[in-house]
RNA sequence: GGCGCCGUAGCCAAGUGGUAAGGCAGAGGACUGCAAAUCCUUUAUCCCCGGUUCGAAUCCGGGCGGCGCCUCCA
């Protein structure tokens, strides 16, 4: 069954074919590592894992590469200063560039293994690749697409004729609302940096020396030039968030079809839409994030959150709540206890009972993505009285492989599986009290011990507790 | 000012022309001494108005409302 991906660059769902037969090369942007990455940000993670997995059901051999943004990434309150995020975080917090690099790359990678993602084939930081950023902007150069003012080496626009087509831009109108002011000197409002300049006044940590001057590099040339080192300069697919689209991307393609005379530089553009949360706001710039940690903390575990996130499709806003996230928790633990449960399951599956969901699900994944159908088919399957529990386990096992709720190694939750002398002593007081029809005595311990938050599952084998 | 997205049950959401997926919550039932857990059953005509059509949540026009981008953001 082949994919069917929606492009933005066509504004259509489009079949997917590679290139090179057999084998997807997927470029997503990652990260820029000056703040917390919120769970906003690893949306985009779980989006472009789950066009990974897509790929690798449909049984592509994929090339994934993630990029880190720590350098050249400029902050919106001063642009003509050229504040860099990570020197900013850095001077913020008292640390180096490259600590604060560290540490919320850490982060973002534990973070989005906690989530289930794949590990990418090779995650390149636009600081180890200065050298292939500079090879690009003299090849823009040699080629007359740059110009060099007081401020930068920037590229100019106006001479690729195709510039607005990607975004569907209308440029003057752009222009005309944009909210801030243009760097001194810029041929067209659409231009960008490829090379800063560093100024004698101002210290940086990250600079290096460059045919033009000493400086850093715009943030848009990094993706062109890593995804040109290990994907080559004509690949499958490029994602990142709708964010990207009118600026970062719209750069990205200008320079690249540009440098490398492809076109289209890269076949299909995905892009997902945001997390929405309401009144609260989680825009880095507003401080208010809400990360992975902070959704243990209420209890909502990782791959709960995956759930939340598959149950809508990614070129959807999702409004994130507190209340919808626990209840969407319920809904995978519940969905956990029972895959666990059927692990147990034996004898073999029926292929022929199992096709027709086998293929409902392939077709909800194929048809851009579509997990909300998926996770129904899921549903279905645990329920449909056409099924035995060997299909249903082998099935859920496969639909796992897509989906990453960590299904296929569900286990079946060990109830008392810590001793407690004293509790279990209280559970037997409890029963010597039920068969004695002393229900007053039995409820007691009960609800003291729910009041401690020990639970008591009364099962057909007798009492079990475990702790909330 | 420009561009784009969205508005489906209490909540999160699928569905893009043929008569409303799924999850959570709620209700009823089974089980239980009572609960919890579990299981079964059940709950909407799709923001409003007009149009096209044999037929629209789905297409068109006009409202109202929410969100995003154009500036760092996934």
């Known amino acids: 069954m082949s994919l069917v991906l929606y492009d933005t660059r066509m504004r259509s769902k489009v079949p997917f074919a590679p290139i090179e037969p057999g084998h997807a090369r997927v470029y997503t942007c990652g990260p820029t590592v000056y703040a917390p990455q919120h769970i906003g940000n690893m949306r985009s993670q779980l989006f472009a894992d789950t066009l990974k997995r897509a790929l690798l059901a449909d049984g592509l051999r994929v090339t994934h590469v993630i990029n880190i943004t720590d350098v050249g990434h400029l902050t919106h309150d001063d642009v ?42 090779v995650l390149c930081k636009a600081t180890d690749h200065i050298a292939e950023q ?27 004729d195709r510039y607005a087509e990607f975004a569907g831009l209308d440029l003057a109108a752009e222009a005309e609302g944009a909210r801030i002011a243009a760097v001194e000197g810029k041929r067209n409002p659409s231009d960008f940096a490829l090379w800063k300049f560093a100024e004698a006044s101002v210290v940086r940590q990250q600079e290096w020396d460059s045919p033009w001057g000493r400086g850093f590099p715009g943030w848009h040339v990094e993706c062109s030039a890593m995804s040109r080192r290990y994907l080559g300069e004509h690949f499958d697919i490029h994602t990142g968030g709708v964010d990207h689209i009118k600026v970062h991307h719209t750069n990205e393609v200008a320079q690249s079809e540009c440098a490398f005379a492809e076109t289209p530089w890269v076949n299909v553009w995905m892009h997902n839409e945001f997390l929405t949360f309401g009144e609260e706001k989680i825009s880095k710039s507003k401080g208010h994030v809400l990360a992975v940690a902070d959704l243990i903390e209420q209890g909502i575990e990782p791959l709960a959150f995956r759930y939340f996130i598959l149950q809508a499709h990614y070129r959807q806003q999702q409004a994130f709540t507190v209340e919808a996230a626990q209840a969407a928790a319920t809904g995978y633990r519940r969905l956990l ?12 599956a029926d292929p022929a009972r199992c096709e027709p969901f086998e293929s409902r699900f392939r077709a909800a994944m194929a048809d851009d993505l579509n997990t909300p159908r998926a996770l129904a088919v899921v549903f279905d399957v645990l329920k449909s009285d056409a099924l035995e529990p060997a299909d249903r386990r082998d099935l859920l096992t496969e639909f796992d492989a897509s989906l990453g709720l960590g299904l296929a190694d569900a286990e079946v939750a060990d109830l008392a599986q810590e001793s407690d002398p004293r509790i279990d002593a209280l559970l037997e007081e409890r029963q010597a009290a039920r068969k004695n029809r002393d229900f007053a005595t039995a409820d007691r311990i009960r609800d003291e011990l729910a009041a401690e938050g020990v639970e008591i599952i009364d099962t057909p084998e007798g009492p079990r507790w475990q702790r909330k």
């Open 80 to 121: 003509d200063q050229g504040e860099d995020k990570m020197e900013a975080a850095a001077e913020k917090s008292g640390r180096t560039a490259a600590e604060v690099a560290a540490e919320y790359t850490e982060q973002w990678r534990v973070d989005r293994e906690r989530l289930g993602c794949l590990p990418p084939e």
């Open 134 to 160: 500079l090879v690009l902007i003299g090849e823009l150069e040699e080629r007359g697409y740059t110009y060099r003012i007081e401020d930068g080496v920037y590229f100019d626009t106006a001479k690729f």
């Open 337 to 348: 206890a029972q895959a666990a449960e059927l692990r147990g399951a034996t004898g073999a």
